[in-house]
């Protein structure tokens, strides 16, 4: 095993000027014309190592991008494999034993999710794919590799590309989808897993909070359930995910984490606190909110049953030891109804905070103390 000097590619380096196909095609192309001579040759042999892809970047001066697409497609037809924090190898292509060839890459994997995909659409010859920005969030893939499965499916006759609007370009379905041997193996085995998770982690988890916390209470991170149910952060979130939209848990930003809702069981305490906004009731769902908001519906309150427009308020550090909250909470409280114009803030000698309107969301109870 040895690496290969950057000098050796200095000969014969790929023309991009008036050229049909992309860069990374062209890479591609070239890359793989190289492999082919040094092997024969006996320039290079199975096992070297290629100079980094930053260097070799440089030396076509294109991005890291556009070469690392061409190397993984190069990878695909067996003519490199990688190993991490080692580099890229040489492969001979025409060994068919090599250990190294891959059986079924990212690309053979978004390629099989596309066509999965053009299925369920119910799409049929003629009709054109959605962009490939959003196949990519549709199959969590990257949008690099989506777009070298794409040309593959174009170099295999399912897909076309060509213009549909005026310097647009999108993919045309052409040829009615099969599937290969490997592609119906993967994607039996990829559906028979994601049940499998679905089913019995999310239940192990919803399982968990049901058993262990009340409702209302907050519930541990996402990263520390990945430790204690040795699973993945990613498979983690999918699953608070859709406990979250079946109203097991409702999640907010901050300090304030993800909260035991528990709507899924009808069972919902009264409101014990003034930061604790439940429900009164068992056919309600619980809203929380942020202690601010809950200070700035307060401040309201007081300010209908004891000011008219025009008058003095209390000070923050009053507002704050009457609801018994920070003094940052009250400024965050204060400066949302200075921002929707309640309230005024005067500085200087004959300073403080000045009533300039009365909300109208307030209870009725309230305003009819204000007024009488």
Not at 190 to 204: D, Q, S
Request: contains cysteine.
């Amino acid at each position: 095993m040895r690496k290969i000097p950057l000098a050796k590619f200095n000969k014969n380096l790929p023309n991009f000027e008036n050229q049909t196909q992309t860069k990374d095609k062209i890479i591609l192309k070239w890359l793989c014309e190289w492999v082919q001579v040094a092997l024969d040759t006996g320039d290079a042999e199975e096992g070297d190592i290629m100079p980094s892809k930053q260097e070799l970047a440089e030396l076509l001066k294109v991005s890291s991008a556009t070469l690392q697409n061409a190397i993984r497609h190069a990878e695909d037809l067996g003519y490199f494999y990688s190993k991490q924090r080692l580099g890229t190898f040489i492969s001979d292509p025409k060994n068919k034993k090599t250990k190294f060839k891959k059986s079924f890459s990212k690309k053979d994997s978004a390629k099989s999710e596309i066509k999965n995909l053009i299925v369920d659409l119910g799409l049929v010859e003629g009709s054109k794919l959605p962009s490939s920005r959003v196949i990519a969030r549709e199959i969590s893939t990257s949008h690099n590799t989506v777009c070298l499965a794409l040309e593959t499916l174009v170099e295999e006759g399912f897909l076309e590309q060509r213009f549909y609007k005026k310097n647009e370009k999108s993919w045309f379905l052409v040829q009615e989808i099969e599937h290969n041997t490997n592609e119906k193996k993967y994607s039996l085995s990829r559906a028979v897993k994601n049940k499998t998770l679905a089913e019995i982690h999310e239940k192990t988890i919803k399982n968990y909070i049901v058993n262990n916390f009340e409702i209302g209470a907050k519930i541990p991170t996402t990263k520390e359930l990945s430790k204690m149910f040795s699973l993945s952060i990613k498979t983690l979130s999918d699953i608070m995910q859709s406990l979250a939209k079946k109203g097991v848990i409702s999640s907010r930003r901050g300090k304030y984490g993800t909260i035991y809702v528990g709507h899924h069981i009808g069972e919902i305490k009264s409101e014990k606190s003034l930061f604790m906004s439940g429900v009164r009731s068992k056919t309600q769902t619980p809203k929380f909110q942020y202690r601010w908001e809950n200070a700035a519906s307060e401040i309201k309150k007081y300010i209908f049953k004891n000011c008219e427009i025009g008058d003095k308020t209390l000070t923050v550090q009053e507002f704050s030891e009457k609801l018994n909250v920070s003094t940052n909470t009250v400024r965050r409280a204060i400066k949302e109804l200075i921002n929707q114009g309640f309230l005024h803030i005067q500085r200087g000698r004959f300073g403080g905070i000045y009533v300039t309107d009365f909300p109208e969301d307030v209870p009725k109870t309230y305003k009819w103390l204000a007024l009488n």
